[in-house]
C-alpha cells in the first residue's frame, strides 16, 4: 500500500465533504449530509493488507485531526480469516483506540451452510476461534447474510446451529457488540443467481427475536 497517497486521498475527500460542495454536487438531502462511518472494506479481504496496524492507525490518525472521529464510527468489515496474525491483532488494538469495532462476517454456522454461501476454506472452528480473539481485541458484531436458496427458506437446522454458537460464545466469554442480520440487496451475479432471492423480512424479524433471547442486540436489514 502506498500510504502517502492513502493520507493524501483521504484528508482531500475530507476536506472536500467538510468545506467543500460535496454534499451539493451529489445531490445529499439536507438530512443526510453526516459522516455516519469511515469503514475499512474492500474486493477482497481487508485485512491480507500487508502493514495493516500502519493502515488502520494512518486513517484513524487523519479522522480525528480533520474532526471526524470521535463523532464517526470507525469500522472494519472482514471475513475474520486472518484475525490469528499479529499484525492484525495489532491492528484491531489501535481500531479499538479510536473506538472503532469490527464487522465480522459469519453467514452460518454449519459447514455445510458456510461452504455453500462463502465457499469457505477455512472450517467453522477456526473462524470461531478467530471470531473470539476479535472480540477480546475490539468490539466485534457478526454481521449475517441469510437467503432463500432454492425455495428451502431458513432451515431449522441452520436457525439452531447459529444460537447454538451464540449460546457458546457466551459460556467462553465472548461478548458481542450484537447481530446484523440482512438479506439480498440487489440481483445477484454469481452463476446460481437464478436459484437465490431474498428471505422476508417477517422472517429475519422472527429469527432476531429468537437471538434477542439469548441477550444479544440485534439489527436487521430487509
Not at 124 to 153: E, M
Not at 202 to 215: C, D, K, Q, T
Amino acid at each position: 500500500m502506498d500510504f502517502q497517497l492513502l493520507e493524501d486521498e483521504l484528508r482531500f475527500f475530507l476536506d472536500d465533504v467538510l468545506y467543500g460542495d460535496f454534499y451539493r454536487r451529489f445531490q445529499v438531502d439536507e438530512d443526510k449530509r453526516v459522516i455516519k462511518d469511515i469503514a475499512i472494506s474492500g474486493n477482497g479481504e481487508s485485512t491480507s493488507v500487508r502493514d495493516f496496524d500502519k493502515a488502520v492507525a494512518l486513517i484513524g490518525r487523519v479522522a480525528t485531526e480533520a474532526g471526524v472521529f470521535p463523532q464517526s464510527n470507525f469500522v472494519l468489515i472482514t471475513n475474520g480469516s486472518l484475525v490469528h496474525r499479529p499484525g492484525v491483532q495489532s491492528g484491531l488494538k489501535k481500531l479499538n483506540e479510536y473506538g472503532g469495532e469490527v464487522w465480522f462476517k459469519l453467514d452460518s454456522a454449519t459447514e455445510e451452510g458456510r461452504g455453500l454461501m462463502n465457499n469457505a476454506g477455512r472450517g467453522l472452528q477456526a473462524s470461531v476461534k478467530n471470531l473470539l480473539l476479535s472480540a477480546r481485541l475490539c468490539p466485534t458484531r457478526l454481521q449475517t447474510c441469510l437467503l432463500d436458496y432454492d425455495k428451502r427458506g431458513l432451515s431449522l437446522q441452520e436457525r439452531n446451529a447459529f444460537l447454538d454458537l451464540l449460546k457458546r460464545l457466551k459460556t467462553e466469554s465472548c461478548v458481542l457488540k450484537g447481530v446484523m442480520l440482512y438479506t439480498i440487496a440487489r440481483p445477484s451475479l454469481q452463476p446460481e443467481s437464478g436459484r437465490l432471492e431474498k428471505l422476508p423480512v417477517e422472517v429475519l424479524n422472527m429469527f432476531a427475536e429468537e437471538i434477542r433471547r439469548l441477550g444479544v442486540d440485534v439489527l436487521v436489514s430487509g
